[in-house]
């Protein structure tokens, strides 16, 4: 199963502790179990970028553009 999150903090980016733990443990979690998991994390004014963590593809962005969302 494909699944993705969406989360302005990730652990493995921002530390540790509430919704940043919550989102890397879970999303561990189920891609163990063998789910294409993504995290998209927008900050504003954070950078651009792609990668693998402990199985998860965590994408980072500077702000979140959604087509038809005005």
Known sequence: M???F???EHAATRGTGGVGSYVA???TALAELG???HVLSCLDGAGSS???VDGVSLHR???MRVRGLS
Request: glycine share 0%; net charge neutral; hydrophobic share 45%.
């Open 50 to 52: 792609d990668q693998i």
């Open 25 to 27: 443990t879970i999303t």
């Open 61 to 63: 962005r500077p702000i």
């Open 35 to 37: 789910h294409d998991v």
């Open 2 to 4: 494909r699944i993705l």
């Open 6 to 8: 969406v989360s302005a």
